[in-house]
């Protein structure tokens, strides 16, 4: 061995054993962990994007939170408490919004998306869960289902922090929705200061995978795997099931008064224009899911696709025209800027665009 080696050998076991975290990089879970700043940002993959007042906000992997000018043109980098990968972002009014995303995570900005803080993780759901099915068994011991609620939530508890929620929408900035994976459902009735569980005032009695939350007119829809398609019934206070035609994953939900159009795998789009009780196939002439819808500035439904596809729905409501794309980039989510123009998040990041 040279007199070299000799030399630093010694030296890199005494920083071992003095400064451990630093060179052998110590685990930090994501959940505490705060979204590190980069130049490349706007180029990393985002997952969806939404309007706050006339300004736009874009949420993505590894705790991505971005903010734009009312064009999309010009991106800063929010502060993030967490680098957990998000998933969805919604702002009911122009200050206040919501994102969610892996482990469980729900974030809150009342700054239009320049700052977040963290209002509930996966590591809290299993326990929230357990507090709020045993006082429900207690209140009825009689009741079967209770017995059940509690041991999925020992089930989680013992899972841990891995409970990604898909989507996230709000009524008002004080009642609002998360869903995600394998039928989990949160409520909050107080702007996320708290959030219970809603598993058993909706109808999912598989689990299945809650996709998507949207509104029609002010009414909340639930689109999720296997066709299952869920509509808020004010008087019974529960999502029920709405039947549709198609048993694939449904990726969410757009329309107008008794016009719906809900979107899925594999390019498919139903219509219905009686409310939901009954529905025609649109051809879209996609086998790509169709990932995102948005309106225009003249109301006008725009669909997206995975592989990059842009679909505008025709004035009679029952064809599509496929608009032409000069780069067919994966699109992920899509919203219209203050100035109209089209603002589509992906795995390449977040561009801009005109439309005829």
Same mark, same amino acid.
């Given at each position: ?37 980069? /130049?490349?940002?706007?180029?990393? /993959? ?72 963290? *209002?509930?993780?996966?590591? *809290? ?28 939530? *020992? ?49 999912? /009695? ?38 549709? /035609? ?69 004035? *009679? ?40």
């Amino acid at each position: 061995m040279s007199d070299f080696y000799r030399v630093l050998l010694p030296l890199l076991g005494l920083l071992l054993g003095v400064l451990p975290g630093a060179v052998r990089g110590e685990f930090i879970d994501v959940l505490d962990l705060p979204a590190r700043h980069s /130049p490349l940002a706007e180029r990393a /993959p985002l997952n969806d994007v939404a309007r706050t007042g006339d300004n736009l906000v874009a949420v993505g992997q590894r705790g991505h939170i971005l903010y734009s000018d009312y064009t999309g043109g010009h991106w800063q980098q929010a502060r993030v408490p967490v680098s957990s990968d998000l998933t969805a972002v919604y702002f009911p009014s122009r200050a206040k919004g919501w994102a969610v995303g892996h482990d469980g995570v729900i974030l809150h900005s009342a700054d239009a998306g320049g700052s977040w803080s963290k *209002q509930l993780d996966g590591r *809290q759901i299993g326990a929230l869960m357990q507090r709020h099915y045993a006082a429900l068994a207690a209140a009825e011991p009689a009741s079967e289902q209770w017995p059940l609620r509690l041991a999925e939530a *020992q089930r989680m508890v013992e899972e841990g922090a891995d409970k990604a929620l898909l989507d996230v929408w709000f009524a008002d900035e004080r009642l609002g929705y998360a869903v995600g994976v394998f039928g989990l459902i949160l409520r909050t009735d107080d702007g996320g200061q708290h959030w219970r569980p809603f598993g058993e005032r909706t109808y999912n /009695p598989q689990g299945l995978h809650l996709n998507a939350i949207g509104a029609v007119d002010g009414v909340p829809y639930i689109a999720g795997e296997q066709g299952l398609l869920l509509r808020w019934n004010a008087e019974q206070q529960r999502f029920v099931a709405l039947q549709i /035609p198609y048993a694939g994953s449904l990726f969410g939900v757009i329309g107008l008064g008794d016009e719906l159009l809900v979107y899925g795998l594999r390019g498919h789009i139903l219509r219905s224009a009686d409310g939901g009780a009954s529905w025609s196939t649109l051809d879209s002439g996609l086998q790509s899911s169709i990932t995102a819808a948005a309106w225009d500035g003249s109301r006008r439904i725009h669909l997206f696709s995975q592989a990059g596809h842009v679909l505008r729905l025709l004035p *009679q409501g029952r064809s599509l025209e496929v608009l032409p794309q000069s780069v067919m980039v994966p699109i992920a989510g899509a919203d219209f800027a203050a100035d109209d123009s089209l603002v589509l998040v992906g795995n390449r990041g977040a561009r801009s665009q005109r439309l005829p």
